[in-house]
């Protein structure tokens, strides 16, 4: 099946520092991409919607100046997480659709990356 | 607004007994839905899905309902075992579109040995 793959898998930074979070499709072409953010014994919270060679689609409440989605190919979406603050820790996951995914079976999932800033 | 964000329900269950997990969705526009599987530290896992011309679809020991009258759904799990302990989310999709799931709240399944 399908692999969506996240690097780092965890990731400890002090707090005023950058943190990117790399996305891969490594074995299909992901037209478009997801980043959620999940919180300790929370669901799932869409950031933004990413789609390749495009600016991302942001949900409301979420700092696009905060959170820098970077979409270059249609393998790779990147997240940037700048000048993290301790409540920027969370657990980032990303998703990837194939093709024109109209299907939950289409959609891929990260195994996510824990962050935690100090 | 959504009913996400909340401290997750826990439902506890004996291995080998049915489990039944049921989710609230919020918008009735809503035509796809779907269970999801989390592992802990893990992402989502897809379970299976169900349109909203359909009121039940079955699968590999597992059987999603959707009620739309009362904007409800469940997933229920047969013969539970203990590696179907996990958090399951339920997610509905937005009418129109690509699919852009909208997760719900989550139900922590834990099956005792």
């Known amino acids: 099946g399908a692999v969506v793959s996240q690097h780092p898998s965890w990731v400890i930074c002090k707090s005023g520092t950058s943190v990117k979070i790399e996305c891969r499709s490594l074995d299909f072409q992901a037209t478009t991409m997801f980043w959620y953010r999940q919180f300790p014994k929370q669901s799932l919270m869409l950031m933004a919607t990413?789609?390749?060679?495009?600016?991302?689609?942001?949900e409301q409440g979420v700092e696009k100046d905060k959170f820098l989605i970077n979409h270059a190919s249609l393998t790779l979406s990147t997240l940037t997480v700048t000048s993290a603050h301790p409540e920027d820790s969370s657990f980032y996951i990303c998703?990837?659709?194939?093709?024109?995914?109209?299907?939950?079976?289409?959609?891929?999932f990260g195994p996510g990356t824990r962050l935690t800033v100090l | 607004g959504e009913s996400v964000g909340l401290h997750l329900p826990t439902l506890s269950v004996q291995e080998g007994d049915n489990s039944i997990i049921n989710c609230a969705y919020s918008?009735?526009?809503?035509?796809?839905f779907i269970w999801y599987k989390q592992e802990s530290g893990k992402g989502p896992q897809f379970i299976i899905d169900i349109r909203s011309n359909m009121d039940k679809r079955q699968g590999q020991r597992v059987t999603v309902l959707l009620n739309k009258t009362v904007k409800h759904l469940s997933l229920q799990i047969a013969a539970t075992q203990p590696g179907d302990s996990a958090v399951y989310f339920c997610a509905e999709n937005r009418a129109g579109g690509s699919y852009i799931p909208t997760f719900g709240r989550g139900t922590s399944l834990i099956v005792h040995p």
């Open positions: 918008n009735s526009a809503s035509d796809y």
């Open positions: 990413s789609n390749e060679g495009s600016k991302a689609t942001y």
């Open positions: 998703s990837a659709n194939w093709g024109r995914a109209r299907d939950a079976d289409t959609q891929y």
